[in-house]
């Protein structure tokens, strides 16, 4: 931030020569030192923080695009894993059915021996 000099006994004699008495004019330059002395913003600073949240903002897009790429990367691989996952599990899906239907196969053909030897021991 720039300072700014400001000359009080000036400021008090220009007051007095517009009509103000001493003790108002000694007031006024008071608190307009006072106001003077703090930090206040100047266009350079104001371009400064322009600068810096500009930089900012070119950091983030960066950041954000590396995010989103690796996002998609770790997508992609999820995705993979998910299709293996499904592979395995219809393959052991089909398996699962060639082996109910062998039991069901084999209990038809258990039953239908029991029932014809049941017919030809007349019972």
């Not at 770790?74 to 299709?83: A, D, F, I, R, S």
């Not at 196969?105 to 029932?115: E, N």
């Amino acid at each position: 931030m720039t300072t700014m000099t400001f000359d009080k006994l000036a400021y008090i004699d220009r007051l007095k020569a517009a009509g103000f008495a001493e003790p108002q004019a000694r007031a006024m330059a008071d608190g307009l030192d006072q106001a003077l002395r703090e930090e206040v913003a100047t266009k350079s600073d104001v371009a400064a923080l322009r600068n810096d949240i500009d930089l900012l903002r070119v950091e983030f897009k960066n950041d954000f695009g590396m995010l989103r790429s690796e996002f998609r990367a770790e997508l992609v691989g999820v995705k993979g894993e998910m299709g293996g996952l499904k592979g395995e599990l219809l393959a052991s899906a089909k398996t699962d059915k060639v082996d109910f239907l062998k039991w069901v196969v084999m209990l038809i053909v258990g039953q239908t021996a029991v029932f014809t030897a049941l017919k030809l021991l007349g019972h």
